[in-house]
C-alpha cells in the first residue's frame, strides 16, 4: 500500500511540475544593460505572459531579433529553444504614446500610439543596452514573459 501512494505521489509531482514549467521559466540575467536593478548573473523567475497583460515598467523577457536580418526566423515555440533573449523594461505597451523622443527607431513611425500586439522595451542602463532604441517594436509574439521576482544575485566582487 505505501509503494502506491509513493507512486501517486511521484505521478503528482511530475504532473505539478510540468504544469509550473507550461507557465513559469528561469531566465539569467547577462550583461550590464538592466544595471542598476539587475546585474550580470541575476537569476529571473518568469511567467508567461500575454502583451495584453504586459503594463509599462515590468520587466519582460523577449526574443532577441538578429542583428542583420531582425525577426526573420519564426517564433520559439519555449525559451528554452536555444534563441537568445533579452531582459527590458517594457517603456511602452499598446496604447501608450510612441516614445518617439527616447526611441530612434521609431521616430518615422506615423502612429501617435504603440499598436496593438507591439513593446517597446528599454533598457535600464541605455548607453549599453540593445532594445527598440536599435530595434523598434518587439512584435507580441517574440514576447517570452514577464518577470516575478529575482531569485539570486551574485555576490559582489
Request: hydrophobic share 45%; charged share 25%; net charge positive.
Amino acid at each position: 500500500m505505501t509503494a502506491g501512494f509513493v507512486a501517486a505521489g511521484l505521478v503528482l509531482g511530475a504532473a505539478a511540475a510540468a504544469v509550473v514549467r507550461r507557465f513559469l521559466f528561469v531566465v539569467t540575467v547577462r550583461g550590464g544593460s538592466m544595471e542598476p536593478a539587475l546585474r550580470e548573473g541575476d537569476r529571473l523567475l518568469c511567467r508567461r505572459a500575454a502583451v495584453e497583460r504586459v503594463r509599462r515598467g515590468d520587466i519582460v523577457v523577449v526574443e532577441r531579433p538578429d542583428t542583420d536580418r531582425g525577426w526573420e526566423k519564426p517564433p520559439a515555440r519555449r525559451v528554452t529553444d536555444g534563441r537568445a533573449l533579452l531582459v527590458k523594461r517594457a517603456a511602452a505597451v499598446p496604447g501608450d504614446p510612441v516614445p518617439r523622443a527616447d526611441v530612434p527607431a521609431l521616430a518615422g513611425r506615423p502612429e501617435a500610439r504603440v499598436p496593438p500586439g507591439c513593446l517597446v522595451v528599454l533598457g535600464d542602463n541605455g548607453a549599453h543596452s540593445f532594445d527598440s532604441k536599435r530595434i523598434g517594436y518587439v512584435p507580441a509574439d517574440r514576447l517570452c514573459g514577464v518577470a516575478v521576482r529575482r531569485l539570486s544575485r551574485p555576490a559582489p566582487g
